[in-house]
């Protein structure tokens, strides 16, 4: 028999975890509508890099579940696996958060798998700790009489990010949608699954028909360098006082 609290049902629920990120508040941040948003996504203020900028979250920390940070973890979070190596297989290097990740996911091993003590300690001890991929886009709203001249941020998780970054490298399926001249709009469909923040649903498709912009001249010289929305970095120190409060 397998053993194992968690199923990969509930790991795959950890990784896409969707939200819009820290732009609640900051007229910066592109605020997705429920329904239909008909977005552009812009090239990178520096042409040299990707239209995109990505890392990851640890949300819910501390104490009272009200803190985050970025993830430390260097090549990213969860931490590094070696294929021949099963033992070393979920061990983090640098981050805290990562750390104890790791270290109650291998604990989670010991329940059943499919058990309900296992899925409750995976809810419990192990899911809480996981980092949220984030990426970074500039957009603009080629369709909307006031914002069609701005160029905003979206902030959001892999649901949203991952589809666009995939057919951005696929010419099969279209390749570079932010050219200016000959890319394309992008549809993004917001659905509320319930009350809370994080029941929401995103379903992300590229529009076939290229749509040059007719106002990229504006548009090019306000655009922001993604490098600049990434969340500073702490110190592991730093981050431990934050998980102990």
């Not at 696996?81 to 270290?103: F, G, M």
């Not at 160029?151 to 390749?175: H, R, T």
């Not at 655009?223 to 969340?231: A, G, Q, R, W």
């Given at each position: 028999?397998?053993?194992?609290?968690?199923?990969?049902?509930?790991?795959?629920?950890?990784?896409?975890?969707?939200?819009?990120?820290?732009?609640?508040?900051?007229?910066?941040?592109?605020?997705?509508?429920?329904?239909?948003?008909?977005?552009?996504?812009?090239?990178?203020?520096?042409?040299?890099?990707?239209?995109?900028?990505?890392?990851?979250?640890?949300?819910?920390?501390?104490?009272?579940?009200?803190?985050?940070?970025?993830c430390i973890e260097p090549g990213g979070p969860f931490g590094h696996s070696k294929k021949k190596d099963k033992q070393r297989a979920y061990r983090a290097k640098a981050c805290p958060a990562c750390k104890i990740y790791c270290r109650n996911k291998t604990k989670s091993r010991a329940f059943k798998f499919g058990s309900k003590e296992g899925k409750s300690f995976w809810r419990k001890k192990v899911a809480p700790w996981r980092a949220k991929h984030r990426f970074v886009f500039g957009t603009n709203r080629p369709?909307?009489?006031?914002?069609?001249?701005?160029?905003?941020?979206?902030?959001?998780?892999?649901?949203?990010?991952?589809?666009?970054?995939?057919?951005?490298?696929?010419?099969?399926?279209?390749?570079?949608?932010?050219?200016?001249?000959?890319?394309?709009?992008?549809?993004?469909?917001?659905?509320?699954?319930?009350?809370?923040?994080?029941?929401?649903?995103?379903?992300?498709?590229?529009?076939?028909?290229?749509?040059?912009?007719?106002?990229?001249?504006?548009?090019?010289?306000?655009?922001?360098?993604?490098?600049?929305?990434?969340?500073?970095?702490?110190?592991?120190?730093?981050?431990?006082?934050?998980?102990?409060?």
């Amino acid at each position: 028999k397998r053993k194992g609290g968690n199923s990969q049902m509930d790991e795959f629920r950890d990784m896409w975890e969707e939200g819009e990120g820290d732009g609640e508040k900051d007229e910066r941040y592109e605020q997705l509508d429920e329904g239909k948003n008909v977005l552009r996504v812009m090239p990178n203020k520096d042409p040299d890099d990707p239209f995109f900028e990505s890392y990851a979250m640890h949300f819910n920390m501390g104490p009272d579940k009200e803190d985050k940070f970025r993830c430390i973890e260097p090549g990213g979070p969860f931490g590094h696996s070696k294929k021949k190596d099963k033992q070393r297989a979920y061990r983090a290097k640098a981050c805290p958060a990562c750390k104890i990740y790791c270290r109650n996911k291998t604990k989670s091993r010991a329940f059943k798998f499919g058990s309900k003590e296992g899925k409750s300690f995976w809810r419990k001890k192990v899911a809480p700790w996981r980092a949220k991929h984030r990426f970074v886009f500039g957009t603009n709203r080629p369709k909307s009489k006031s914002k069609r001249k701005k160029v905003k941020v979206l902030d959001c998780g892999v649901m949203i990010g991952q589809p666009l970054i995939q057919a951005f490298y696929d010419e099969n399926m279209g390749g570079d949608f932010t050219n200016p001249k000959t890319g394309r709009n992008i549809v993004i469909t917001k659905t509320k699954l319930g009350s809370q923040a994080n029941e929401v649903e995103y379903k992300t498709v590229i529009v076939p028909d290229r749509t040059p912009l007719k106002l990229w001249k504006v548009l090019k010289k306000r655009l922001p360098d993604l490098k600049t929305f990434v969340p500073d970095a702490l110190e592991a120190d730093a981050i431990m006082a934050i998980i102990e409060g």
